[in-house]
């Protein structure tokens, strides 16, 4: 690039030289052919003026035929010039270049436009081809003779010599003009180097910026042109610089907000997205980058912005619930016009999930509509009974004792549901403090066999306990794997038969995790169940649970702990052939097989 630049100004510079020189050899070849020409016209013209003079002064007797002839061969012949004697009318009597034998049969002069001038005005001037000498001749031409004149003079001089002066100055040009384009090419190259010099400096910055490498300024030593274009570009790379951090700022902003950010231009179309919309609305491709609305790939969503856009008018909190990457989402979208003085340039619109907030208003409802009913139930038991001990139940004995029983089932089932209320609340709030150790799970598994012995006896349920023998310790919270151990085998006692109910509680390895898997042949659960039956106050048989004293928190108290020990706990159930509930606890780091 720099040699191109160079060039091309020392070829510009070299032409400008060359063409003026050209112009000025021209010129001035055609100044001196014209002043040899006008010398060469006024001696001509000097030598016939002179020598009508002293024709004049001559006897008359000069006009005869050898009289003229041997003046005209004499004066001729002393200036090297044609010079012809014609009578009035027409006929050549003297010639310095025509033998005097010849001159009755030359052709009559008396229409020559030099001759007509002069008989006409006293003089006559012609530049022609003689087709009687065969060259280009210049003729000047005036009467002789006072007070009338009595013939014509005519002096002709070949323009020969003019023309051999003519063809030496083209020669010389010619030559010239050689060397003046040398020179001129190597002037040019020369100016053009110094000259270009500080443009090669801007080009080396300018290849760095598009490398988007902003180092480095121009050094502003100069106060012409190049001065201000390099104080220019260095005031334009430190914009560049500015706009780099500002871009780099705000991309890292727009990149950090959570919100769905859709920016649509005057006609419509999406200019800008953030990696929150584009998550959402699978809008591939770059940040900053046109595209249609069909590209949001929800109709309603799209008539929504379209309508917005063409009323430039602000959206206030609008929900909406479409289908996005994440499923069915609900949305709480606004707007904003942009306006640039009275021009508008498109619409921002800022989408916020709300879901999550609609969900858990929806749990809250359906707690708060739980709770209530849950405890509706037992107080209005407790209720029912108390009155109708207090009218006189009291006093029957079997009555009283039977009624009182049914109160105390009901006060310890409603303690049940609200320990297990404030228990689920602890765990989800994040408030209880989880102390992590080495736990053998062997242990923690016959003890809450051992709490439950009763409940199993009672209803001659057949418990099988197979733990594998190089089961590795656990990473848990003794106190809290106790919980969803009782829980998991409180819920299989609950939903087996009487006398026919089995069930089996194994452990094993799982790769890092230690499984445990309790299987029932209960009643099981049905397919459209067992999404839900983590829920809190979620039963699969509502009448069977209350009678049991369940509470319907415990496969959710059960969830949130497997959870808060980074594990995992799923269930595989079929109608009328029972249920297996598995959980997986990390392996402890420093774990130990019990072989006990």
């Known amino acids: 690039m720099q040699a191109k630049v160079s060039f091309r100004l020392g070829a510009v510079i070299g032409t400008i030289i060359f063409v003026t020189v050209l112009v000025s050899y021209l010129s001035l070849g055609g100044q001196l052919t014209e002043l040899l020409r006008e010398a060469s016209r006024r001696e001509l013209h000097r030598d016939l003026l002179l020598n009508r003079q002293l024709l004049e002064e001559k006897p008359a007797g000069w006009l005869d035929a050898d009289s003229a002839d041997a003046w005209a061969d004499r004066v001729g012949s002393a200036l090297e010039l044609r010079v012809t004697l014609i009578d009035l009318q027409g006929r050549v009597i003297g010639d310095s270049y025509i033998p005097a034998k010849k001159l009755a049969v030359l052709q009559n002069h008396r229409n020559r436009p030099e001759v007509d001038a002069a008989l006409q005005k006293g003089y006559g001037e012609e530049s022609r081809y003689s087709q009687t000498v065969k060259e280009q001749m210049l003729y000047m031409a005036v009467p002789v003779g006072r007070p009338k004149p009595r013939a014509l003079l005519r002096f002709a001089k070949p323009l020969y010599d003019i023309g051999i002066f003519e063809k030496g100055i083209r020669k010389s040009i010619e030559q010239g003009l050689f060397f003046a384009l040398f020179f001129s090419f190597v002037a040019g190259l020369l100016g053009a180097f110094f000259l270009a010099r500080p443009l090669r400096n801007l080009a080396e910055i300018a290849r760095k910026r598009l490398r988007d490498d902003l180092s480095g300024t121009i050094p502003v030593d100069r106060q012409d042109e190049i001065g201000m274009l390099a104080r220019a570009f260095n005031t334009m790379s430190d914009e560049i610089k500015k706009m780099r951090r ?78 996005t990457t994440k499923g069915r989402r609900i949305m709480q979208i606004s707007s904003m016009p942009v306006l640039q003085g009275e021009r508008f340039d498109g619409t921002v619109f800022v989408l916020n999930d709300i879901t999550k907030l609609r969900n858990l208003e929806r749990v809250r409802r359906d707690f708060v509509s739980s709770v209530s009913h849950e405890l ?60 992590f150790s080495a736990v053998d799970l062997r242990t923690v598994i016959a003890k809450s066999v051992d709490q439950l012995r009763l409940a199993l006896e009672k209803k001659a349920i057949r418990l099988d306990v197979n733990i594998a023998g ?70 699969v048989d509502k009448a069977r649970s209350r009678e049991l004293g369940g509470t319907g928190l415990g496969l959710a108290i059960v969830k949130h702990i497997v959870l808060a020990h980074k594990g995992h706990v799923e269930v595989r159930s079929r109608v009328s052939q029972g249920s297996v509930f598995s959980v997986l606890f990390p392996v402890a780091a420093d774990s130990t097989v019990n072989r006990n």
């Not at 595209?291 to 379209?306: G, Q, T, V």
């Not at 856009?309 to 602000?314: E, W």
């Open 470 to 539: 190089d089961l590795p310790q656990l990473h848990a919270d003794c106190g809290y794997l106790e919980i969803v151990v009782r829980n998991l085998l409180d819920n299989a006692i609950k939903y087996v038969d009487r006398e026919h109910g089995k069930i089996r509680i194994s452990a094993f390895r799982n790769g890092d995790f230690v499984q445990l898997d309790v299987e029932d042949n209960g009643i099981g659960i049905s397919k459209q169940d067992l999404g839900r039956i983590f829920e809190r106050f979620y039963r």
């Open 246 to 323: 500002s871009e780099e700022w705000f991309r890292a902003v727009f990149s950090g907000i959570r919100e769905a950010i859709i920016v649509t231009d005057a006609a419509g179309d999406i200019i800008l997205v953030n990696p929150a919309a584009s998550r959402i609305f699978r809008i591939e491709g770059a940040m900053f980058k046109s595209r249609p609305l069909r590209h949001l790939s929800d109709s309603r969503l799209e008539e929504l912005f379209s309508r917005v856009n063409k009323s430039r008018l602000a959206l206030i909190k609008e929900e909406m619930a479409f289908e």
């Open 376 to 435: 509706r139930t037992p107080l209005t038991s407790i209720k029912g009974y108390t009155e109708t001990l207090l009218e006189g139940a009291m006093h029957e004995p079997e009555h009283a004792s039977a009624f009182l029983k049914i109160i105390l089932q009901e006060s310890e089932q409603l303690t049940a549901l609200v320990n297990d209320v404030l228990d689920l609340s602890r765990i989800e709030s994040g408030r209880i403090e989880y102390h």
